[in-house]
């Protein structure tokens, strides 16, 4: 393990049988604080074996004895990826793009944080329009034991692109590679999904707090854009 600068943490990994995958970590702050790394994303180039992308962080412990546990909720996520290039001649057909492989990707997403004397909830929804590979945050809950006390509500729109730029390849062309079924449509080059707002609501409502949020909408190219 190779460290940008030194910063006394101590990192110790955990292979499987095999020593072939890095299966868990855990990092050891100087004042003994442990940060385990035991939640794996992986992601797989057909047609190749799969391998681990990167780890989530699944508990922290201090020396004190505290400790927060972090759980995930696992996504299988296929989608290609494509090279794209230029072609010489006119700028109009200058077009292209190749398959380069399958992906299939187990995505995690938080789904609980649990500290002594309560929780944070996280919830999604499969709704969104510039994807359909992710989800959306749409509330995180807090419990005081069994009690649910606050919501923070998610108020979400979607930027749209607003310039006309040359793209390499265009949609319809990824379309004509056979990519339509896996997302790869007007709605995914355009749009991106937007935060407007956060809503602090106590259950009761008693005292709701709004914070906006605003945005440099200038300009705003498609996902395919050359700019």
């Known amino acids: 393990i190779v460290k940008e600068k030194e910063d006394n943490v101590i990192l ?15 990092a050891t702050t100087p004042d003994g604080t442990v940060y385990t790394f ?16 990167c780890w989530y962080l699944t508990s922290i412990e201090t020396s004190g004895g505290s400790v927060l546990k972090f759980t995930y909720t696992k996504g299988a996520t296929q989608y290609k990826t494509f090279n794209r290039y230029q072609e010489s001649g006119p700028e109009g057909t200058n077009n292209a ?3 380069k492989y399958n992906t299939y990707e187990n995505s995690l997403y938080i789904n609980a944080i649990e500290y002594n004397g309560g929780r944070l909830v996280f919830n999604y ?14 509330n995180i809950e807090r419990y005081v034991g069994s ?25 319809s ?9 896996l997302g790869y449509d007007n709605d995914w080059n355009t749009k991106r999904l937007r935060l407007d707002a956060v809503q602090v609501m106590p ?20 996902k395919l854009s050359t700019a």
């Open 12 to 26: 110790t990994p955990t292979f499987n049988s095999d020593l072939t995958d890095i299966i868990k970590w855990k």
């Open 38 to 53: 035991e939640n794996v994303e992986q992601v797989e180039f057909k047609p190749f074996r799969a391998c681990n992308d």
């Open 97 to 99: 793009a190749q398959i």
């Open 125 to 138: 929804l499969t709704d969104r329009e510039d994807t359909e590979w992710l989800p959306r945050l749409v």
């Open 147 to 171: 009690a649910k006390t606050t919501i923070w509500e998610m108020n979400q729109s979607y930027f749209n692109s607003n310039m006309n730029d040359f793209e390499i390849p265009t949609v």
């Open 173 to 181: 062309y990824l379309q004509q590679l056979g990519m339509a079924e």
């Open 203 to 222: 259950v009761d409502y008693s005292d709701t707090a709004t914070y906006k949020l605003d945005y440099n909408e200038t300009h705003l190219p498609t």
